[in-house]
């Protein structure tokens, strides 16, 4: 299926923009604090003064970049909540907590980000330092909380997968037993529900996500129960007496008893693709920083040669190869793991048109069997099938990632085996080219959840506001965002890269 | 406790704004004139509120995130509501927040790297951003006034003319832009009056210019905030009731004329101070007053998010009755999503807030801090 034939193209085209600028910006809060305060402590620990030069740089970088990043998570927090209000609606009823504890990590993060830059001669060197850790807690609890958000739309806690004949995927839901009682259960198990069990106040249920995706959609949309497909669920009685009552009630009152007995501040967390996320997504913004500190010490050296900028290249470049080999061979393989069997709608895109021994590599890794069998792209219903495109998307991410693991593997080897000095100009391109893999990577994610907003739950339609910008308001908001970047872009040259370059 | 975190965050967000908006008008033509005049102490002052602003206006921008997330979390059908009507102001806000955040980054770290020129051009780009963003905002305040623009045909939508033409918009935007101003000068007088105290001779003049300059503003304030009194009279009087209540002797839901009274006697003090040090040159009268007009900024903030309550809108009566049952739990503060309302919320939140809100003053009191040699 083509990606642009989804609802609501260019206002997920915006948000991509805008949340793609937030992200390509915030990774080096995640990378760069951290680069900086043990650049710190080797100082603290050797009293070279080259380190601290290095971690006042690199602090310099973060912050530089922090105000402007931060004005990005404001628009993106805004873009979501006026392009897609009702995903809003329900992220703000259902799964609140990581969104509200973000609040104290974005707090924590401005408090500590700002003060480990301006209190640098205020206060003693260790303290100094654990201002430093405490900006990188703040960064990476801010990162935590989104991408368990994240992570529930990709895979919601209690999502079941299986056979699409079955009525698969499904939704474990616990609905409570004022609302069964007015449920036709025979309808409704005809229709591939399963009752899993019962609590005191409940009963436990697996309903098919395209029953859940219709509700959602009544009840976003307005909808009394007499014009929904609740209606023919109910029992005779409570059609008569439950018809004028808007869906969302009864769907508000299902989904806040099943996340509670989740638990409230824990069920996004329980998301299963929850872990690989969150360290796949942290590991990609120290990548990210590394490969930029290493392109700018290397041109530093290039044009001036002078210690500091020598001994930052070594220093990044060590960064650059552990970071991508461990988000290659560890994080990231983890994360193929968790697609491959919570999102296997988005794994089969990704293999779709791919030749045999690419597949059975895939396969291999995924499930440790390179014959082991999975759901192909033309088995999967129409209704439920994400963009083709993500095969192309995968494999240029892999094609990069690769290239640029070998690329630092081989300067680590020139530079620390063979004690090369090796500074050249073109390495400008390598934070480029780590940025272009990392955008690749969200965009595997977020389209490959396609046709769903929140997987199983929520369509793109339906999360999409009433009153969408025209075409021409969102193609000039995007490039207002677009020039604010190259905008930024110039003054991190100017200020940054040609004076402490 | 939820409309306790909701007036914290909203006042300091607001407190913090004020004092943002006043400074980024006060910089850049401070730093001009000293560089004109080819006056040190002007350009090292600018540079130093600065670097104040800086950090400042990076808490505001978190409080104000804080805020708009504890709404969702509380009231996340009426955020569903906004999403789906607020696009212009909100969207305005927003391109202007960013817009906002690269200028004060470009001016900041800038300094002495830019032509005095292009670092003044940057400095005004700075200083129209940051007067500007308030003015979606406080279209969606008028609009939760009196919900003015609201149509229905063909679907649910904001006429955004209808709601630009809002009285009790036209009356609190200009009000709330000239308060910044009022609070900021007020503060800096503050200041400049205490470094004079202590024996900075070179603060004289500035703490006149910021007490004149403070007087006007405040004068200027006052009757707006007249205006905008007058037009909650004329168009959403529910809030007017509640907001003057006994104080008018009318009949009130939720009588707030007790915060009114406060506020009205800070500015009553800040007038008096202002007084006393213009025609006595009492420098010591005037410390206080800053610190005044910023609780007076607090206070009146409240006044005027909580005296609709427990609406969210204050004027239904132009909702069409239909549409204001079906809205009925929507906008009503005291039906908050019931997951948030369990006593472990409050409890971690205070944990997590009042720490962080004492590391705030400490990264505050690091940043004004000299550093040592």
Redesign the interface.
Known sequence: MDWASYPAFGDRVLSMIGIEIHWLILQYVLGLPLMAVIAEIIWLKTKNEKWLKISRTLAKGFV?V???G??????S???L??L???L???????I??P??????A???E???V??FY??????PAKAHIIVGILAITGAWFSATMIMSVNSYMQAPTGILIGDYGHGYPKLTLFVPNDIVSALNVNALQNAGMDVLGKTKDSVIVALPCSIVRQIVSDAFS?KIIRDSVLYGFLTAQAKEKLANV?VKVVLDAIM?NT??NFG?YTITFQSPVFEASVLHAVMAGITVSAFTALAFYAYSAYRRNKDVARLGFKYSLAFAAIAIILQGLVTGHEMGVAVAEWNREKFAAILEGSPKFIKSIELFLAYGNPNAKYVEYSEIPDALRPPTILHTLYYLKIGLAVALAVTALVLAYMVFIRKKEIYSPYMLALPVVAQVISFLGWAVREIGRKPWTIYGIMDVKTAH?????DTVTAGL?AL??IA?LV??GY?IY???WR?EG | MILEFLAVTLGLHVMLVNLGIGLSAVIPFMKRRGEREGNEYLVKTSRNLM?FY??AY??A??F???F???L??Y???F?????????VP??L???L??????S???YW??WD?FKQETHFAIGLVMMSSAILIPLGFRAVFGFLNVPMGLEFQP????NILKALTNPTFLALYPKSILASLSVTFLVLASVFAYKYTKGDERSYRLTERFAKLGLLALTLTAVLGIAYAETLNLYANYKFSNAFGSLLGIKAEYDLSLILAIKMMLIAIQFAALGIFLLRKNFRALIPAGFLALAGVFLGEMLNAFSQYPYLIAEVSVIPENVRV?LADVINLAKP????T?ES?YLL?MA??IP?LI??V??VY??V?P???
Not at chain 1, 99 to 104: C, G, R, S, W
Not at chain 2, 80 to 85: M, Q
Not at chain 2, 155 to 158: F, I, S
């Open positions: 530089m922090f105000a402007v931060a004005a990005m998570g404001t628009a927090e805004f873009g909540v006026l897609w209000p009702n809003t609606e329900a992220a703000g009823k259902y609140f907590f969104l509200y504890a973000e609040v104290f974005f707090l924590m401005v408090i500590f700002y003060m301006y209190a640098w001669k205020k206060l307005g808007p806040w996340v509670k409230v506001t009433m009153n969408p910008p908001i207002y965002f604010l905008a930024l003054g100017r200020f940054l004076c | 670097r800086a950090s990076a808490l921008g978190v104000g995130t804080a708009t997330v504890f969702l979390s009231y996340p059908a955020i569903g509501l906004a999403g789906n009507l607020m696009f909100f969207g806000s927003i391109l927040i960013a817009l906002h955040f690269l004060l980054t470009l770290y800038g790297k679907k649910p939508h904001l079906a999503n019931p997951l948030t369990m919320l939140t997590f807030l962080l590391s705030s400490l990264l690091l940043v801090k550093e040592s040699t």
